[in-house]
């Protein structure tokens, strides 16, 4: 089943872009009048995907999530 994406606020996808760069992320921006696609490297060096903005913006929130669920969680204080 296909679901039609929205592509997200100019300032949401910059952020994403952001983001994923400091993580050691490679994009590449290509242009098609209103859309943006990104080409997406892994930092490893592995092949890329081009990918719409919206995806992006997708990833970004799950490399968060996943570095948050990877941190060491505090001791609790009694």
Request: proline fraction near 10%; charged fraction near 35%; glycine fraction near 4%.
């Amino acid at each position: 089943m296909s679901r039609l994406r929205r592509d997200p606020p100019a300032a949401v996808f910059r952020e994403a872009v952001e983001f994923l760069e400091a993580q050691g992320f490679k994009l590449t921006l290509h242009r098609f009048g209103p859309k943006t696609r990104v080409d997406l490297s892994w930092p490893d060096d592995r092949r890329g995907v081009r990918l719409p903005e919206w995806r992006v913006v997708e990833i970004a929130d799950e490399v968060r999530r996943l570095q948050r669920e990877a941190a060491p969680t505090p001791p609790h204080h009694r």
